[in-house]
């Protein structure tokens, strides 16, 4: 079974571009952090510029020995060799799987505990849940799960489960406690007045909280 790092960064190329951040030197400071994976997400046009920035990403992470997942774009991830993330509207598990191949990381995001049982058969690697709290990060999110109903996912699944949505460092340690075996960021990764530099600090300080003993 797979083993997930507990921290799970995503690379919102929106996000970073809200805050000025370039892309390509902010996948570096997160893997100079200590992260060991990487999510690339962008759902804007995909742009010879965008692939571009999302191979140089790619061996950013093979230099690093880190995982890289592909949000969506099942084509985009087999031509980077990288893992996939899909959603309920996305590109069907089993298609992805068909594409990608057995060795490909696959993720898939769920929402309630339906999805989570009907995904149970899916060829899947992990599972996503959220958003755990409320979150900016995503337009017309769907409702809050809620740490009781992690607790109670944790219970329907041996896959590892992968928590998204408002989750910070000072939240974290009781979704940890919930049964998460991964966090997954976007909003927290980015410190106010950010820099790339001020990027890797925070990846340093989320490492110390994910890898402390209360969190496993």
């Given amino acids: ?13 929106g996000a970073l571009d809200r805050c ?27 742009s010879p510029a965008a692939f571009d920035d999302a191979r140089a990403v ?7 020995g880190a995982t890289l997942i592909v949000n969506d774009r099942a084509d985009i991830a ?12 996305d590109l069907s598990p089993a298609d992805a799987r068909a594409l990608l191949g057995d060795g490909a990381i696959i993720g898939f995001s769920t929402h ?5 049982r009907d995904a149970a058969a899916e060829p899947l690697d992990y599972l996503a849940l959220g958003p755990i709290f409320g979150t900016a990060s995503k337009p017309n999110p ?20 992968v928590a998204i949505g408002g989750i910070t460092r000072d939240n974290a340690p009781a979704v940890f406690a919930a049964g998460a075996d991964s966090v997954a960021l976007i909003a927290d990764l980015l ?17 110390a909280i994910s890898d402390a003993p209360a969190a496993r």
Avoid at 1 to 13: A, E, N, Q, S, V
Avoid at 142 to 161: I, M, Y
Wanted: with cysteine; proline share 7%; net charge positive.
């Fill in 112 to 116: 309630h505990a339906a999805q989570l």
């Fill in 142 to 161: 769907d409702p809050v799960v809620g740490l009781d109903e992690l607790r109670r996912a944790r219970a329907l699944t041996d896959k590892p489960l």
């Fill in 78 to 89: 087999k031509l980077l060799g990288a893992g996939l993330h899909v959603g309920q509207d």
């Fill in 58 to 64: 790619a061996s950013l992470c093979r230099d690093a």
């Fill in 191 to 207: 410190p106010e007045r950010p820099t790339v530099a001020r990027v890797r600090r925070r990846i340093e300080e989320w490492r």
């Fill in 20 to 46: 000025g951040l370039p892309l390509v030197e902010t996948a570096a400071a997160m893997l100079a952090g200590g992260a060991r994976l990487l999510q690339f997400r962008h759902k804007g046009l995909w």
């Fill in 1 to 13: 079974m797979l083993t997930l790092p507990r921290l799970y960064p995503i690379l919102d190329t």
